[in-house]
């Protein structure tokens, strides 16, 4: 049976702050860091993304620390069996999942129940931290396997994005690329975005430019002629476009590189 200590949904302390419990807590401690922490583990310094996890059992040493603001949520609660040994899941040590939002929901239920003077809340904190656990250990199983997955899809989204870009002057929209991939759009932007630290519209733009560069060094070109080669259909904002990227007008470009007679 679990039984609910305390427990805060989106705790925020002062900015720096420092928990440092060198003889633990004396109860079990679930913490999810919604802000970058610095975490002492055996004398191991680990600096935290947000939404990084931990599961303290009784006895182990506590010491965490704000990189700036502190912001997280936790619950303190006992137990007569490890639930990291139910879940299989890691204790005393930072780990990720892929379902924050779902594992903080949980800790916000968790919160109301525990001050709520309702009935059956011994039942109602249990099944609830149950859940909780239960929650977190799907979403690890998610995310090794999407990190497995992800090392199989990077050849294939190396190879499309690498299409693209050569050939950046055809309709590149997101339904093309999803349909190339067999996905979702909001599952080909989270790997799109994973791999390549940027959007398939910012790469895309990009290589438009650059290629319009190149392409208004050539007098026989018209400037709708090269807005047209590199995928722009409107002239207007093919010009908003290039002078934000080259602080200046496409004509004023060409002007500027292309070679003039001598009088």
């Known amino acids: 049976m679990y039984k609910l200590n305390f427990c805060e949904y989106?705790?925020?302390?002062?900015?720096?702050?420092?928990?440092?419990?060198p003889s633990g807590s004396g109860?079990?401690?679930?913490?999810?860091?919604?802000s970058p922490m610095k975490v002492y583990l055996e004398e191991r310094l680990v600096i935290t993304r947000e939404n990084a996890c931990i599961l303290?059992?009784?006895?182990?040493?506590?010491?965490?620390?704000?990189?700036?603001?502190?912001?997280?949520?936790?619950?303190?609660?006992?137990?007569?069996?490890?639930?990291?040994?139910?879940?299989?899941?890691?204790?005393n040590t930072v780990f990720y999942t892929n379902n924050a939002d779902q594992i903080?929901?949980?800790i916000?239920?968790?919160?109301?129940?525990?001050?709520?003077?309702?009935?059956?809340?011994?039942?109602?904190?249990?099944s609830l931290i149950t859940l909780l656990f239960l929650t977190i250990a799907r979403g690890l199983t998610e995310a090794s396997a999407q990190k497995e997955n992800a090392g199989n899809l990077y050849p294939l989204f190396q190879n499309l994005r690498l299409k693209m870009l050569t050939e950046?002057?055809?309709?590149?929209?997101?339904?093309?690329?999803?349909?190339?991939?067999?996905?979702e759009k909001s599952q080909f932007y989270a790997y799109y975005r994973s791999f390549f630290s940027s959007t398939p519209k910012n790469d895309l733009l990009r290589a438009r430019l650059?290629?319009?560069?190149?392409?208004?060094?050539?007098?026989?070109?018209q400037v709708k002629e090269v807005a047209h080669l590199c995928g722009f259909h409107n002239q207007a904002h093919f010009s908003r476009y290039f002078k934000t990227y080259c602080g200046c007008a496409p004509g004023e470009y060409?002007?500027?590189i292309l070679p003039h007679e001598e009088l």
């Not at 989106?10 to 419990?21: E, L, P, V």
């Not at 109860?27 to 919604?34: A, G, R, S, T």
């Not at 650059?210 to 070109?221: D, R």
């Open 108 to 126: 916000s239920r968790l919160q109301m129940e525990y001050f709520s003077p309702l009935s059956y809340q011994e039942e109602a904190v249990h």
């Open 210 to 221: 650059e290629k319009a560069k190149n392409l208004l060094s050539n007098e026989a070109l």
């Open 104 to 106: 903080n929901s949980c």
């Open 10 to 21: 989106n705790r925020s302390n002062q900015d720096y702050d420092t928990i440092f419990r």
């Open 168 to 183: 950046c002057g055809e309709d590149w929209n997101m339904e093309r690329l999803c349909k190339c991939m067999n996905m």
């Open 254 to 256: 060409a002007e500027r």
């Open 27 to 34: 109860d079990y401690l679930f913490l999810i860091l919604k």
């Open 56 to 91: 303290y059992t009784p006895g182990t040493p506590q010491h965490y620390q704000a990189v700036r603001r502190f912001y997280n949520s936790y619950l303190h609660f006992s137990s007569d069996k490890n639930p990291a040994e139910c879940f299989h899941l890691p204790e």
